[in-house]
Each structure stands twice: as structure tokens, then as C-alpha cells.
């Protein structure tokens, strides 16, 4: 399908080209004006032209402008969008906005729904979340010298098939893992003296251990990072360390004894699901027998904020085995429980790599997919919304990707005071996060709430070949 909006203005042709997206997903849309002929006479399926509509202010103009032409889609594709217009990646902005004026609950939500056109269950889920938000950062220091700390760790035991953040297998990387931890140590040493000399002299607000699978290091590996980690920067006045152990394949009690040992207070244990055929499909090399095992080695090593992800839309994943998982999870009790919906873009390259790998005859043993349906729904948004209820966990952050299929969110659940704090930190944009390692991305946020952005090289080797 090749969708085509024709403007009558060179205005607004991002925003609206993302609300296009939501209903085409995996089409391709085209946005232009129309003194752009060879555009506007291009061969499409729907061509839809639009006259920018004249109110006083920008928003105003650019709100109108999307619920005209989301109207037509709706009629169009006889769907309706559960976020409506709204198509930035924090549905929780403007509730948090509106909060923080003084807004009752019902203007809020009204706002939301006439303005925005957001249905009912969304935009109560936007309104919980902005408050459990606004409670939990209330606690927290946030004036202009507090901070937090990103340390990524780009290894895996193996890649998934849907990955995109630039993980690499961790045993192709081992004779440069010393010296990739060399670096981080080096960068971090750098930037605690900049922030001494600076008169910044508090311990960091919450850190954060991510990747990557921090715990495919080995256990005297990451020992030596989370001692300097700790030591550098006196980690145990922070509110909240998370090491996101993440693959329940590269768990041993040596390196959970690590973890406890400098402090860690909060881990992952990710299964995404609990079906070994899935599991297999998308080149993860874990079993669910895994997961379980790796969920109670946790807990007999004294780990009390356990949270667990799962992804819904996954190749051949319906009702049936999304309540599996959901079952098995509630079963073992963690303390949140983060929910993911598989992205478009990932869909389309896992999608693509199956059908490759067929075509090629490699991996026959991930399994017969047949018609490979990835489909996350608004219905298995709330099964596990019910999951999470009935173990007693609140919403408390919430964002959305582009190219979310059925244009749904991510939404992370937590028994209360088990939240992750980072998660609602980095979500916010409250305070400056410094990142260290190959593709973190530091993020500056200014008094007057600019922000500014530096961003490391993805690549492993360039990261490290830059630094000789
Ligand atoms: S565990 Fe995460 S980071 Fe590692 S390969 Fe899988 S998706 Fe990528």
C-alpha cells in the first residue's frame, strides 16, 4: 500500500507523517505539498489532500490539522487509534503538565479525549501513571546538581533476532572486554573529577547497569566494574542501583553474589515469553526451565526488587500463549513486571530473517511459524494489565516507539515502592544522566529544561579504536 497526504502548506509534515504511520504501519507514506507535482501525481492507493486550517496558535492549529485528517483514516481504515492523535513517544507529557497546574482529574481526562482523541481506557492509564509519576519524583532530589549514571554493557550471550541495540555476542568479544571495561572505568573517573571540580560532590540520584546483557561478563569481569563503578562514584547513598541481568542464560550464583556484594539493589530477569517454541524463533538461547531457575537463584541470593519483561506480538504468540506467560510469571512473583510490544521494525527484520532463513534452510529447528503472526493487540495489553493488577502492581511508567503496531505503549508495572526510579528519571527528562560505554547517550538537562545530547559511537571497535 502507498498512502500519499498532500498539504497545502510545507507545515507540519513530520508530526503528520507519524500519525499516518500509526494507521499504515508497514506502508509507505509520502507527505508533501502540493506544489510538489511529481509527488502529488506519484501512482498511490490514497492519495488525501488537506488544507492546513488557520487558527491563531501553532498547537492549536497542528491538534485541528491531525483530528481532520485522522478522521478521514479512521472512516478510511474502519479503525480507530487507542492513543488517537497523539504520536510523541511520552503519552504521559501532558497529563504530567496538567498536574502540575492544578488540573482536576475529569479535565484532564476531557482533554485528553476531545483534544486528542484518546479512548477511554488510555487515557486513564495516562492519568494513573502521570500521578504514580509526580509521587515517586517528588521523593527524589532533582535540583540542577542531582544526576544518575547509564553504563552500558554491549555483549550477549547471543543475539535475538528482533535486537536493535547494537549487542554483540560476548564470546567474539572476550580479548577486548578488559579493555572495553578499562575505558569505562577511565571515562568515569574522568567525569566524577570534572563534576568534584564542579562542586557536584553528591553520590549519583540512581545508576543504571544495562546493554547488552550486563551479566554475560564474566563473574571477576564485572566484579571490576561494579567495584570501580562503586567506588568512583560511592553508589550505596544512591537511591536505587539496577543491574539489568536481563538473559536468564547468563546467570550463576558466583556472578548474583557479585551483584549483592557491591550493592545492586534491583535486577531483571527477562523470560519475553514462556514458550520454548517461541524462544527458539527468535534466537534466544534460553529455556524457560531457564527462567525459572534463574528467578530462584535470585531470590535464594536475597534479591527483593526482581523485575521481569515480556513482549507481546512475538511470531505466533495469541491469547493462549500470552496467558501461559503471564501465568508462569505470576507464579514465580516478581516485584514489576514490564510490558513490551514487539516494534514494526523489529517485526519486519525478524519476519524477514525467518523467511530467509528458510528460503536458506538454516535454523529448520526454530520451528514451523506458518503464517508467522505478529500481532500484539489492545486485548493482550490488558490481559497482562490484569496480571499485573491482581498481583497487586500499579502502572508507573509508560512510553511508546514508533511503528508500534495497533499503535499501542510499553508500560512498566510495579508492586508499590519497587518501581524503578531510573526508568521514570530517564522518561522525564528531570535530571542529567551521564552515560559511559559504546552507544550510551549522556543527556544534559539544563535549569531552563533544554536538553542537550552527546552520544557515544555504537560500534564496539570504534568505540574503542577512538580512545587509542
Ligand atoms: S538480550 Fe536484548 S540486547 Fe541482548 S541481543 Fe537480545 S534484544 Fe538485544
Redesign the pocket.
Known sequence: MNVGICLDKHDFLYDIHSLVKSFFPEDEVSIFTDDDEAKKNAERNLLITVSIPDYAGRKETKDALKREIYDTLSVYTGTSLPWGTLSGIRPTKIPMKMLGEMTPDDQILSYLKTNYYVSDSKADLALRTAKKERELLSALPLGDKAYSLYINIPF?PS??L??T?S?SPVNSWQKHIDEYIDGVCADMRKKRAELLNAGITQAPVTVYIG???PTALKAEQLDRILAETEEIWNTSAAFEFTVEA??PDSFTPEKLSVLKRHGVSRISVNPQTMNDKTLRLIG?SHTRQDTLDAFKMARDAGFDNINMDMILGLPGEGKEEVQKTLDEIAELGPDSLTVHSLAVKRASGLRKTIREDRENDINADRGNFGGLVFENSAELMDLSAKTASSLGMEPYYLYRQKNMKGNLENTGFALPGKECLYNIIIMEEVQTIYAFGAGGSTKFVYPDGRIERIVEPKDVKTWLDRRK
Do not use: E
Request: aromatic residues 16%; positive net charge.
Open positions: 550477549c543475539i535475538c528482533y535486537c541495540f549487542s546493554g547488552g546483557t536481563g538473559r534466544r
